[in-house]
């Protein structure tokens, strides 16, 4: 079995955890599985990196930026490397350029293109492992080194897995897969045995932080399986990520997520004219401001109210933006002291009453709520911040997701 695993920061974040990591490896060798691992940065080192280049410059050049915070995960590779030829196991570690890593020239944020798997290919059947320093590849046009942003080091797992039609691809994390909700706020959270790709991609867009949105796309597009495991404990069975239909019994509900980075943006006596939520949301989003959640009430004698969401990272830059529109409205106001709890299921598609069970789990905790969102497996809500983990709790037990 050909089987891509990716070991995160923490998971290699000393000399014993990457000792740790070799022992994972070496047992599934000696089972008979062919390996490619990929690795991040030891964790602290990439800020370490950063803090470095900023006493130089408060804005250093991008493909400069790249050299210096690729050499993170080539250190890791090296060492895993050298670790495991030095216990009797053929290794050989490889950069992204190695590894035919192909990306756009999108320096600090570069997408994926191609990736050419002539060279790990031989050098699987030479039956060597291969040790692949994650988050980066070289640009099309310069062969340059480049990094692959944020989640940079799963999307090289899932996308060398997508391109050597690798059986499955694991993630090692810290924590032992994905469990119904965070169970720092519920206890009787359950870790999941499956969980649909689509369901997965609403979880980790709505602040689930175990596997990054980008790698889960990526994965469904390649139909690749994901496994979400722990490296501090390979033996326990992690949650499968996978094809719907691979999923016998759906669940109506498969998980509760809370997102505490949103500020409400709360535009009052809007001009009600057709092109005024154009000219905002196109402003917003020339400024690479993310929009959530919107809502508009019914205008009355030419005014309407319009309230939508943001991450709290971009909260000033849309104070910025919002000031080009004083005059189209009475008031505008802004609120940081919300959360955003949403509840995940494909089984939504199939049963009635999922969204009316939600709504009195919070109304029986007196948890008003300000805005509501739904899609066809999703439905979130925007609730005052103190009442966050009520809430989580509330819904968990609504659905029995401890069952």
Same mark, same amino acid.
């Given at each position: 079995?050909?089987?891509?695993?990716?070991?995160?920061?923490?998971?290699?974040?000393?000399?014993?955890?990457?000792?740790?990591?070799?022992?994972?490896?070496?047992?599934?060798?000696?089972?008979?599985?062919?390996?490619?691992?990929?690795?991040?940065?030891?964790?602290?080192?990439?800020?370490?990196?950063?803090?470095?280049?900023?006493?130089?410059?408060?804005?250093?050049?991008?493909?400069?930026?790249?050299?210096?915070?690729?050499?993170?995960?080539?250190?890791?590779?090296?060492?895993?490397?050298?670790?495991?030829?030095?216990?009797?196991?053929?290794?050989?570690?490889?950069?992204?350029?190695?590894?035919? &890593?192909?990306?756009?020239?999108?320096?600090?944020?570069?997408?994926?293109?191609?990736?050419?798997?002539?060279?790990?290919?031989?050098?699987?059947?030479?039956?060597?492992?291969?040790?692949?320093?994650?988050?980066?590849?070289?640009?099309?046009?310069?062969?340059?080194?480049?990094?692959?942003?944020?989640?940079?080091?799963?999307?090289?797992?899932?996308?060398?897995?997508?391109?050597?039609?690798?059986?499955?691809?694991?993630?090692?994390?810290?924590?032992?897969?994905?469990?119904?909700?965070?169970?720092?706020?519920?206890?009787?959270?359950?870790?999941?045995?499956?969980?649909?790709?689509?369901?997965?991609?609403?979880?980790?867009?709505?602040?689930?932080?175990?596997?990054?949105?980008?790698?889960?796309?990526?994965?469904?597009?390649?139909?690749?399986?994901?496994?979400?495991?722990?490296?501090?404990?390979?033996?326990?069975?992690?949650?499968?990520?996978?094809? !719907?239909?691979? &999923?016998?019994?759906?669940?109506?509900?498969?998980?509760?997520?809370?997102?505490?980075?949103?500020?409400?943006?709360?535009?009052?006596?809007?001009?009600?004219?057709?092109?005024?939520?154009?000219?905002?949301?196109?402003?917003?989003? @020339?400024?690479?401001?993310?929009?959530?959640?919107?809502?508009?009430?019914?205008?009355?004698?030419?005014?309407?109210?319009?309230?939508?969401?943001?991450?709290?990272?971009?909260? !000033?830059?849309?104070?910025?933006?919002?000031?080009?529109?004083?005059?189209?409205?009475?008031?505008?106001?802004?609120?940081?002291?919300?959360?955003?709890?949403?509840?995940?299921?494909?089984?939504?598609?199939?049963?009635?009453?999922?969204?009316?069970?939600?709504?009195?789990?919070?109304?029986?905790?007196?948890?008003?709520?300000?805005?509501?969102?739904?899609?066809?497996?999703?439905?979130?809500?925007?609730?005052?911040?103190?009442?966050?983990?009520?809430?989580?709790?509330?819904?968990? @037990?609504?659905?029995?997701? @401890?069952?």
């Amino acid at each position: 079995m050909l089987k891509v695993l990716k070991f995160g920061g923490t998971s290699v974040g000393s000399l014993d955890r990457i000792q740790n990591v070799a022992n994972i490896i070496k047992k599934l060798k000696d089972n008979g599985d062919s390996i490619v691992a990929v690795v991040s940065a030891m964790s602290g080192e990439t800020n370490k990196l950063i803090e470095y280049a900023s006493t130089f410059s408060s804005k250093p050049n991008e493909k400069e930026m790249d050299t210096l915070l690729s050499s993170g995960e080539r250190v890791t590779s090296a060492l895993l490397s050298i670790a495991l030829n030095e216990q009797g196991y053929p290794t050989t570690s490889m950069s992204g350029r190695e590894a035919g &890593i192909i990306t756009d020239t999108a320096h600090t944020k570069a997408r994926i293109e191609r990736i050419d798997t002539d060279k790990m290919k031989t050098t699987l059947d030479d039956g060597k492992i291969i040790i692949v320093a994650g988050f980066q590849g070289v640009d099309i046009e310069n062969s340059r080194v480049t990094t692959l942003g944020r989640g940079g080091s799963d999307l090289s797992a899932v996308a060398i897995a997508g391109a050597l039609e690798a059986d499955v691809c694991e993630i090692y994390t810290d924590v032992d897969g994905i469990y119904t909700t965070d169970p720092r706020i519920e206890p009787n959270a359950r870790k999941l045995e499956k969980i649909s790709y689509d369901e997965m991609l609403e979880l980790a867009s709505l602040g689930a932080k175990v596997l990054q949105n980008r790698s889960v796309e990526m994965a469904k597009k390649l139909n690749v399986n994901l496994v979400s495991r722990s490296s501090f404990t390979p033996e326990v069975e992690g949650t499968l990520i996978t094809k !719907e239909e691979n &999923i016998m019994e759906k669940p109506i509900v498969s998980g509760i997520a809370l997102d505490k980075s949103q500020v409400r943006v709360g535009m009052y006596g809007v001009s009600d004219k057709p092109g005024i939520a154009a000219s905002i949301f196109t402003s917003l989003a @020339d400024e690479n401001i993310n929009v959530d959640m919107i809502v508009q009430t019914v205008g009355v004698d030419g005014k309407t109210d319009l309230d939508f969401t943001v991450p709290t990272t971009d909260l !000033e830059a849309t104070k910025i933006v919002m000031e080009k529109f004083t005059n189209d409205c009475v008031n505008i106001d802004y609120n940081d002291a919300i959360c955003k709890v949403s509840i995940v299921g494909v089984g939504m598609k199939s049963h009635t009453g999922v969204a009316s069970k939600a709504f009195s789990a919070l109304a029986n905790n007196n948890i008003n709520i300000r805005i509501i969102s739904t899609s066809e497996i999703k439905i979130s809500m925007i609730i005052e911040e103190k009442y966050s983990e009520l809430a989580v709790r509330s819904l968990h @037990d609504a659905y029995n997701l @401890d069952k």
